[in-house]
């Protein structure tokens, strides 16, 4: 907090905790209204030499076994336990909060594995020694950290029913959009203009003038700069690497030969990256997600002359955490980042900076209870943009109007843009209609109405899919219809 320029800056960093109540649905655990703080500290205090975890985090264990073991009582007949199921956070802090090597230069840093570096940096596939309760113990009992890689029993496992080597998470967003997709599009741009396939100049000329639609023009993608390709590694924000990554194959993928060996590396990367961002999977999907982890580190091993870094073996575990957590980037703090901005703003608004972590505490714990005060549970599905009165029966032919629902055939709201269940419309948004052995079907919404129930509904025009280009990654679709076929409604 304050300003990081000035003679007190790092003096008022202050660390965070935060839960959420993955019973909600994901539209909602989406919502930073349902991302509650638990816990602030300075982070300066943490450390073995200061405060010690046990001691720093002494309040917030007691409080999570008390409402685990004594619940909270809403009346004499209802009383809601809580359990703690995962401790979320990038590796870094999880290491450090869970009483691992805070070091990831260390020779046994994975808190799910137990191999030595040297043998991750060659590994493209999960390393058979992972860590349970029975080498756990004993590894502290060893109490050699070069040798282990803990530093101290962890917390947590005071809490009933957990146990860190039961933890097993990793943060998708510091891995890959922040992590290895950085210097995967390093060594493939390299290699695609060291064969002269384009130069840098056409590469930042296409970023610059190439459409990224409707949902993807915030997250722009900046020019690559000769620097990040020296130092091979590009550095973007993760939503601007996950754009540029989705849509490299557009920009750029005509200039590349069909048969190109460094081309591998991306197109596992991406598909890669649409296993993890998948909020709805199978439990087969594991396996193929551990095939794809592999292929990629050793596509990146062989173009990139180089080890395996650290965020390349943590990538090794992610098919077992699908089958054991679900999608993956459901459990990403990507959400928890967001919050910062919101308790940033609280705490720069208070000009005293004495115990700071108190006042925004304080602050923090006034929001919550006017929103009990006011009973804002949670909020709508549906949020909307400006609109106006549609007639459905002056707008579209006779037939259409009749297949129409009752509550849109006289007068509906036409909205500019609305977000349902936490995801964005507008008109010009391509929806999936249908995935089937014959391929997808796609449609490109042209209007948005709203009905007395408050349930979108989505005027589309069919795109058919001629197929799946491989070389791109992309559907090719044709629009070969000027009449609106098709009305989505109740889209989750």
């Not at 756990?136 to 496992?157: H, K, M, P, W």
């Not at 690559?224 to 939503?239: D, E, H, Q, V």
């Not at 720069?348 to 923090?364: E, F, M, Q």
Request: hydrophobic fraction near 40%; glycine fraction near 6%.
């Amino acid at each position: 907090m304050g300003n990081p320029l000035g003679s007190h800056s790092g003096i008022h960093k202050i660390g965070c905790i935060y839960y959420t109540i993955p019973a909600f649905s994901p539209e909602y655990l989406s919502s930073l209204d349902n991302v509650f703080v638990a816990f602030l500290f300075h982070s300066s205090d943490r450390s073995r030499h200061k405060i010690s975890n046990k001691k720093m985090f002494r309040a917030l264990i007691k409080e999570l076994i008390e409402i685990q073991e004594y619940g909270i009582q809403l009346s004499n007949n209802i009383t809601i336990y809580f359990a703690l199921g995962l401790v979320l956070g990038d590796n870094l802090g999880l290491n450090s909060i869970l009483g691992f090597v805070e070091s990831f230069s260390a020779n046994h840093y994975c808190r799910i594995c137990r191999s030595p570096k040297s043998d991750l940096k060659n590994f493209i596939c999960e390393s058979k020694l992972l860590r349970n309760k029975i080498n756990y113990e004993s590894d502290l009992i060893q109490a050699n950290v070069s040798v282990t890689g803990l530093n101290e029993r962890c917390i947590f496992n005071d809490v009933p029913n957990f146990h860190v080597t039961e933890n097993i998470v990793c943060d998708f967003m510091h891995d890959v959009p922040e992590g290895v997709a950085r210097y995967d599009m390093a060594v493939i741009i390299n290699n695609l203009i060291k064969n002269n396939f384009f130069s840098i100049d056409d590469l930042n000329s296409r970023i610059e003038l190439f459409d990224y639609g409707v949902l993807e023009s915030k997250n722009r993608p900046p020019c690559i700069t000769l620097g990040n390709l020296k130092n091979g590694m590009i550095i973007m924000s993760a939503a601007e690497m996950l754009c540029f990554v989705r849509y490299f194959g557009l920009i750029i993928g005509e200039l590349v030969p069909l048969k190109c060996d460094v081309w591998n590396l991306y197109l596992t990367l991406r598909k890669m990256i649409d296993l993890c961002c998948a909020r709805n999977v199978q439990k087969e999907c594991a396996v193929q997600l551990d095939n794809l982890v592999a292929e990629h580190n050793r596509l990146y091993l062989l173009h990139s002359q180089s080890k395996l870094k650290p965020k390349f073996h943590v990538l090794t575990h992610y098919g077992r955490l699908l089958l054991k957590n679900g999608p993956i980037i459901l459990t990403s703090s990507i959400r928890f980042e967001a919050k910062h901005k919101i308790l940033k703003s609280i705490s720069n608004s208070v000009p005293c900076r004495i115990n700071l972590g108190h006042t925004s505490a304080y602050k923090i714990q006034l929001q919550m209870a006017s929103r009990l005060l006011k009973q804002e549970g949670l909020r709508a599905d549906l949020e909307i943009g400006p609109g106006q009165n549609f007639l459905s029966a002056v707008q579209f032919t006779h037939l259409f109007h009749q297949a129409m629902p009752d509550e849109l055939k006289n007068i509906s709201l036409l909205v500019s843009w609305c977000k349902y269940k936490g995801i964005f419309y507008k008109p010009g948004v391509v929806l999936t209609l249908e995935v089937n052995l014959d391929g997808c079907l796609f449609g490109k919404v042209e209007k948005i109405l709203i009905g007395k129930s408050m349930i979108p509904y989505f005027i589309v025009k069919p795109l058919y899919s001629v197929g799946f280009n491989d070389h791109f990654y992309a559907h090719e679709v044709e629009d070969n219809t000027n009449t609106y076929d098709l009305i989505v409604d109740q889209l989750c």
